[in-house]
């Protein structure tokens, strides 16, 4: 991951800190820094890692949108994988390759295939559609994800649940704009959002064993080695200012679910949630200035309806966890060493975009 939490406030000031301070001064500063940081309320921490993470993934989906209109879908993916790699490696062996040891390679493979078609998926909707209609479309995994954790989880939908799914998957319906001629870049979403949410049953089943850093390192392998067949099938080269915006979007990219996995292990989802919905008017905005892209009556309609079913269900589904982690710590024996149980729920955490 590009920084940790302690850094990140102090990048963009360390450089001139350094030469007008000396080592005691600069660790005085850092020390104000993080008290004042940490100081804020953790939901207020989390949300502006969330809206940073919104603004990132936007700037991701406009660049590929840009680089698109010349190279190939399969050819942007291949390179926000590649890079995106190259920025994960460092982070991952800097603690050892024993660090990214594994019971479960198989289903590391399963995860990186199905995320790797996930994020090519993704990149194609982007450059194919306008970037609002992409982003709404690809919300709609919270919904598929209802669907996949009662089948392969076992876990219990209730009938409101079902009832703001089957709403949301209304919207859905809207956006494909019924009785006109539906693009194939809407089905390449959703199936998109279908692969995001398989992705995310199976990082429920291997967090089980394996850290995250691990998670992170293999899914990008694979991911990278996946887009390359297809990028070179379809290949154009890239100019230099080209390949300069192709690193971006990886530097990018990484950074922005580096902010994601920060914000939800900062704050509370029912308090964030609703944040990570800031990335669609982000993106509308993009769209209007870069590109032109005016949403229509579907585009609005339909976005509204599948917002506002996945946000009930998310908040719906962190106060039921919630509930539940309550009546566990109250079963258990009282002891000061015993750590909250985190939530056991997959549809209490997303994969972020990719």
Same mark, same amino acid.
């Given at each position: 991951m590009p920084t940790t939490e302690n850094e990140d406030a102090a990048l963009t000031t360390r450089s001139a800190l350094r030469t007008t301070l000396q080592p005691a001064q600069l660790t005085a500063a850092k020390q104000r820094w993080l008290v004042w940081w940490h100081g804020l309320p953790p939901n207020f921490r989390g949300g502006l890692w969330i809206l940073a993470s919104a603004l990132l993934f936007s700037i991701m989906t406009s660049l590929a949108k840009f680089l698109g209109g010349r190279l190939d879908a399969f050819q942007v993916a291949f390179f926000r994988a590649l890079f995106g790699f190259m920025f994960v490696i460092p982070f991952a062996v800097r603690g050892g390759l024993q660090g990214l040891a594994t019971k479960r390679p198989l289903l590391h493979l399963v995860r990186g295939l199905l995320g790797g078609s996930a994020m090519m998926c993704g990149f194609y909707s982007m450059i194919h559609l306008p970037l609002a209609d992409a982003t709404a479309l690809s919300f709609a995994r919270a919904l598929f994800l209802v669907v996949l954790a009662a089948i392969f989880l076992g876990e219990q939908v209730g009938m409101r649940r079902t009832i703001a799914t089957l709403v949301g998957f209304g919207g859905v319906i809207i956006m494909t704009r019924p009785g006109g001629e539906i693009e194939f870049a809407t089905f390449v979403a959703l199936g998109g959002a279908v692969l995001v949410a398989f992705v995310v049953i199976i990082?429920?089943?291997?967090?089980?064993?394996?850290?995250? &850093?691990? @998670? /992170? #390192?293999?899914?990008? !392998?694979?991911?990278?080695?996946?887009?390359? $067949? *297809?990028?070179?099938?379809?290949?154009?080269?890239?100019?230099?200012?080209?390949?300069?915006?192709?690193?971006?979007?990886?530097?990018?990219?990484?950074?922005?679910?580096?902010?994601?996995?920060?914000?939800?292990?900062?704050?509370?989802?029912?308090?964030?949630?609703?944040?990570?919905? &800031?990335? @669609? /008017? #982000?993106?509308?905005? !993009?769209?209007?200035?870069?590109?032109?892209? $005016? *949403?229509?009556?579907?585009?609005?309609?339909?976005?509204?309806?599948?917002?506002?079913?996945?946000?009930?269900?998310?908040?719906?589904?962190?106060?039921?966890?919630?509930q539940k982690r309550r009546q566990e710590a109250q079963a258990r024996p009282i002891s000061g060493d015993s750590p909250v149980a985190p939530p056991t729920s997959a549809l209490s955490g997303q994969d972020g975009p990719h």
């Open positions: 990082v429920k089943i291997l967090s089980r064993t394996d850290n995250p &850093t691990t @998670l /992170i #390192f293999y899914s990008s !392998a694979i991911a990278a080695m996946m887009a390359a $067949v *297809p990028a070179f099938l379809f290949w154009q080269q890239p100019t230099l200012t080209e390949l300069g915006l192709l690193m971006a979007m990886g530097l990018v990219g990484v950074s922005a679910q580096t902010c994601f996995i920060r914000g939800y292990s900062t704050g509370e989802a029912t308090a964030l949630a609703p944040l990570d919905y &800031t990335r @669609l /008017i #982000f993106a509308a905005l !993009a769209g209007y200035l870069f590109f032109q892209d $005016v *949403p229509d009556i579907w585009t609005i309609s339909g976005a509204v309806v599948i917002v506002g079913s996945t946000l009930y269900i998310t908040q719906r589904e962190a106060r039921l966890s919630a």
